[in-house]
């Protein structure tokens, strides 16, 4: 995984306003079928990490579970987060073609 550009995208892309925080925003754009990635942070909580993952796999929604909270903060420019949701389809497969590079 390239994790450097993948966070240079989600800068970008929060600098675009694509990027969607917080797991209950999170979870409400994937039942619009509004997010089309999402970097879930290894030091969520239990719960938060129960409910994004559930809602992962009843949408189908391509994921990475990769960074902490305070560096997914720190990428977009704001307080530490736990779940951020992608809702540009361009900036969505660029992440993905990024979580398989070597």
Do not use: W
């Amino acid at each position: 995984m390239n994790e450097e550009k993948i966070k240079a995208l989600l800068g970008f892309a929060q600098k675009a306003g694509k990027i969607i925080s917080g797991d209950d925003m999170v979870i409400a754009g994937m039942k619009k079928k509004q997010v089309f990635f999402i970097v879930l942070a290894q030091d969520a909580s239990d719960y938060v990490k129960k409910e994004v993952l559930y809602h992962i796999d009843k949408y189908q929604v391509p994921y990475i579970m990769g960074f902490d909270k305070v560096e997914l903060g720190l990428v977009i420019g704001k307080s530490p987060r736990a779940v951020l949701g992608v809702t540009d389809k361009n900036f969505a497969v660029g992440m993905q073609k990024n979580v398989y590079a070597v």
